[in-house]
């Protein structure tokens, strides 16, 4: 077979090649651009990083992005969740309502209980984002460290009067006259008695003397603290922070260390000179 025939095709084998790649590159960028055409996956815990003994906080799961999500950002799939919680003491501790599941609009709201111990509780959340097709899907993983510190409690007794029951109400915890929180008391019935109690946590809480107070002038009478009062004032000292010595202590180990390496310097040079003589 001639040279020239062997080069005809040679030629025509190579412009096939390379029509056939020109023809399926597009396919393959299709196909590329498929397997990445969503946003990356984020998940994230919301909620406070302190909380007091025998608190119940309320923490938001959510999730954005993933094969869930399309390249316009268009929902086209689903999330789900699942959570979990870990510490050197578990006791007492509550997660839920269900500690896996969906989340409705990309996140859900799970109650959280602490223990009653100071110790730090580490949640932990596995985010997934599948597609519609359920084709695709993406992990990501998410955790908080909470720490669980001893809270200021407030407590008192309500006694209701012999005349009527009294329905469930809400009292309004001032502290220094300002609203921090509130109690809900269920139904009352008439002549009985019943233990409230209010937890805070405050972490930046001024060193000093603070008031709790709360009152019962709405109920007109029907309810009371015990002895008989309407208003309840509790009040509580907040220690001050101790001080930083750690600049003292630096200064002092310079100090110490100074003075010996003057004395070596002293001792070194009488003996060089009774060396001499």
């Given amino acids: 077979m001639s040279r020239t025939l062997w080069g005809a095709r040679l030629g025509a084998l190579g412009l096939l090649t390379f029509l056939l790649l020109v023809t399926l590159a597009p396919l393959a960028g299709v196909a590329h651009a498929d397997a990445v055409s969503y946003p990356p996956l984020k998940g994230a815990i919301t909620g406070p990083n302190t909380v007091g003994e025998q608190m119940t906080v309320n923490y938001t799961l959510s ?10 950002g268009t929902v086209v799939g689903s999330y789900t969740y699942k959570a979990n919680y870990s510490a050197i003491n578990e006791t007492g501790i509550r997660l839920g309502p269900a500690t896996q599941g969906v989340l409705v609009n990309g996140s859900i709201t799970l109650e959280f209980e602490a223990p009653n111990v100071t110790e730090i509780v580490t949640i932990s959340v596995v985010f997934n984002s599948t597609d519609a097709t359920q084709s695709q899907n993406a992990t990501t993983v998410a955790s908080m460290e909470i720490q669980i510190v001893q809270p200021f409690v407030l407590s008192a007794t309500l006694v209701v009067g012999s005349g009527a029951s009294v329905q469930t109400f809400a009292l309004t915890v001032l502290l220094d006259g300002t609203p921090v929180g509130q109690i809900t008391i269920p139904t009352l019935t008439a002549g009985s008695s019943r233990g409230i109690a209010f937890r805070y946590v405050d972490t930046n ?10 009152s019962l002038a709405n109920q007109h009478g029907l309810v009371t603290f015990a002895g008989g009062s309407q208003t309840l004032d509790e009040t509580f000292y907040v220690q001050p922070a101790p001080p930083d010595n750690s600049v003292w202590y630096l200064a002092g180990a310079v100090a110490f260390f100074g003075a010996i390496f003057i004395w070596s310097m002293r001792v070194g040079a009488r003996r060089r000179g009774k060396a001499r003589k």
């Fill in 63 to 72: 999730a954005t992005g993933g094969p869930a999500v399309a390249a316009n």
């Fill in 205 to 214: 809480l001024a060193p000093g003397w603070h008031t709790f107070t709360i």
